[in-house]
């Protein structure tokens, strides 16, 4: 059974506070991604990394930065939190895309989230 | 551009069906999925769709058309536990792009 964790489910934090989102997943999987979800807006993409110690600029990474130090990491980082960054953090993590017949192997599997609110 | 359109909101009756359509417009297509999310929890994986037609999984099925941009999930003989938000996502080049998802309501 893949396991996605995050580090909190619920954060307060205050505005120019730097913060840390970690996520760990146990499925050896190369791909590990960063959404925040909002009312209305859906899942967007912030920060995706195919590797260790690479990552990519998703929809919406200003603000955010990024470090996937081990394979089985990736962190999430707010430099100078804002209070528009109150949202909702999920981590998900895949294997890399082959498109096989009986089905796709970078099926996405996604950590419980972390509610982020800033004062 | 990226474009995924669905419905905000829609409600049945237990033991009834339900079709939820999605439509599309990306910049390259290698694959819909679709993700089922409970109030306050994770999204899941319910099904995946790379060619036209129909795959079933139980009283789940999705639809695919790609000349048409469309897709739908159809769950049958609903029960009060399918009530949740479900999301239409896109694999384009090297990334999903989400829908604002479905939230479906399902009434005794």
């Known amino acids: 059974d893949v396991k996605v964790t995050q580090s909190s489910r619920y954060l307060v934090k205050r505005t120019g506070e730097k913060v840390f989102l970690e996520c760990v997943q146990d499925?050896?999987?190369?791909?590990m991604f960063w959404y925040r979800q909002d009312p209305g807006l859906g899942l967007r993409l912030i920060y995706f990394?195919?590797?260790?110690?690479?990552?990519e600029k998703g929809d919406i990474p200003e603000g955010y930065s990024v470090s996937r130090e081990k394979k089985e990491r990736f962190s999430l980082i707010l430099e100078s939190a804002s209070t528009n960054q109150t949202s909702m953090y999920l981590c998900?993590?895949?294997?890399?895309?082959?498109?096989?017949?009986?089905?796709?192997?970078?099926?996405?599997?996604f950590g419980p989230g972390t509610r982020l609110t800033v004062l | 551009g990226q474009n995924i359109d669905q419905p905000t909101e829609m409600t049945a009756t237990e033991g009834a069906i339900v079709q939820i359509n999605c439509t599309y417009q990306?910049?390259?297509?290698?694959?819909l999925f679709w993700y089922q999310q409970h109030a306050g929890e994770a999204p899941t994986f319910l099904s995946y769709?790379?060619?036209?037609g129909l795959e079933e999984k139980g009283r789940f099925s999705s639809f695919l058309s790609r000349s048409k941009g469309y897709s739908y999930l159809l769950l049958k003989e609903l029960q009060m536990k399918d009530s949740a938000s479900y999301l239409c996502?896109?694999?384009?080049?090297?990334?999903?792009?989400f829908g604002t998802g479905t939230r479906l309501l399902v009434s005794p």
């Open positions: 998900a993590s895949s294997f890399h895309f082959l498109r096989r017949e009986e089905g796709p192997t970078d099926t996405q599997y």
């Open positions: 499925m050896d999987h190369e791909n």
């Open positions: 990394s195919y590797d260790v110690k690479m990552k």
């Open positions: 990306t910049s390259g297509f290698n694959g």
């Open positions: 769709n790379v060619l036209d």
């Open positions: 996502a896109v694999r384009g080049f090297q990334k999903l792009v």
